[in-house]
């Protein structure tokens, strides 16, 4: 297998997992320039302060740690990449570095991210003549987004805001309308953007259309915001046209169940949770978005499926994904400031490729060896790294 590295950083760095923690930090802070801050942080453990975490949440009594790891091996739009991953679950890391080396023949993960548009939704009752009243909602969008972007200042200088409204009608008979108003973000998150943009409308709304005014809230059903991945890997790397054909069987048994299509999907957030914590990213909000996008056709699908064209196995995912690279605890949480340092992206629609290629590189490990020599001999590694590590506590 060639590597042709595209950007000064390689993220193949061979026997990295046979080094001490100790030894690969070493390897890591030689790869990629740290700021001192984040490198004496992860020399130190790489916990998380509590006077920090109290000024985060509430009742905080003291402050809560994940293995913080790093998978190699990523190709992403030509580029390379270190994966930050926070999470406990064993052979995550290793299964996503196998999966992404396996990729690299063919050049990796190639993904493209839509606009980061967010949703607001601002829900009225009882509107007298429903039908009439969205027509007039859509004549004043000009004048509504307008009062939505007076309250978002900041983002509007620096290029987001308001970009289009949508009048629902949800219930004609119970004159319940939905207001969706579509705000472009830039890179952050959103979620408090939207929901200042809802609640700042909301008055003006209410005196267009009347009736009872209820949530003023982003949906995580992000629709406007996708992001769209897909790799390849070689039959002859694969070693055989069978395990080839039996992973295509695997995705087909997800296409058609929903019993099957949750487990499925859940290795594919194995790997973009993991992101998703290391990188500070409400992984609550993308789990919702995921899950409800899979049920979106009315049947529970897998998010990711996988074909065998073209003497390859190709995989392909889409899934609404809102995530940032500013906001939030991005600029709080000194781990997650040092993961940013690790992973090298410019913007939020990078960060979106990023995460959901480690969810496809999941969820083909988790197929690949399901499809042949089965879960349980990992799982027994699993149980012998416990045990070895109770014994050593004790
Ligand atoms: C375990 O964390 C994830 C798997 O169950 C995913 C799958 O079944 O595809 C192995």
């Known amino acids: ?3 042709t590295v595209f950007n000064k950083l390689s993220s193949r760095i061979k026997g990295f997992y046979k080094q001490t923690q100790n030894k690969r930090l070493n390897t890591i802070t030689q790869t990629v320039h740290l700021s001192d801050n984040s490198e004496t942080l992860l020399r130190n453990g790489g916990g ?16 809560h740690g994940l293995p913080l790891s790093i998978a190699l091996n990523f190709r992403i739009n030509d580029n390379d990449h270190l994966m930050p991953m926070a999470i ?25 991210a839509d606009d980061p ?32 972007n007076a309250a978002i200042p900041r983002m509007v200088a ?14 004609e008979q119970e004159g319940i309308i939905v207001i969706h108003i579509y705000i472009n973000v830039g890179n952050a998150m959103g979620a408090n ?18 009736g009872i005014l209820g949530l003023r809230i982003l949906t995580n059903l992000t629709l406007r915001r996708m992001v769209s991945v897909q790799t390849a890997i070689a039959i002859e790397t694969l ?37 998703a914590l290391a990188l500070g990213q409400d992984w609550r909000a993308i789990e919702a978005g995921a899950h409800a996008y899979a049920a979106f056709s009315g049947t529970y699908k897998p998010l990711a499926v996988w074909r065998h064209k073209n003497n390859e196995l ?66 027994m590694n699993l149980h012998h790294r416990h045990k070895k590590i109770k014994t050593s506590l004790h």
């Open 88 to 112: 406990e679950e064993s052979s995550v890391v290793a299964a996503a570095s196998n999966a992404a080396r396996l990729t690299r023949s063919t050049g990796g993960f190639y993904g493209k």
């Open 314 to 379: 190709q995989g392909t995912m889409t899934l609404p994904l809102a995530v940032g690279t500013v906001g939030g605890i991005t600029s709080v949480h000194p781990g997650v400031k040092a993961a940013f340092e690790l992973i090298q992206i410019s913007d939020a629609q990078q960060l979106a490729i990023i995460m959901a290629s480690a969810g496809l590189a999941t969820n083909f490990a988790a197929l690949r060896v399901l499809a042949s020599e089965g879960i349980q001999r990992g799982h």
């Open 48 to 63: 998380l302060d509590v006077q920090i975490a109290d000024y985060m949440s509430e009742n905080v009594i003291a402050s």
């Open 158 to 171: 620096r290029g987001g805001g308001c970009v289009s409204l949508e009048a629902r009608l949800i219930d």
């Open 1 to 3: 297998m060639t590597d």
């Open 117 to 148: 548009i967010m949703t607001a939704q601002i829900q009225f009752d009882a509107v007298p003549k429903p039908k009439q009243t969205c027509h007039i909602v859509m004549e004043n969008q000009a004048a509504i987004l307008k009062e939505g």
């Open 239 to 275: 070693g055989s046209l069978e395990i080839v054909t039996a992973i295509e069987r695997a995705s087909r048994f997800a296409e058609k169940d929903p019993m099957r299509a949750v487990t499925h999907n859940k290795g594919i957030m194995n790997g973009i949770d993991a992101v």
């Open 193 to 210: 953007l939207v929901d200042t943009v809802a609640e700042a409308i909301a008055p003006k709304l209410q005196t267009l259309m009347g």
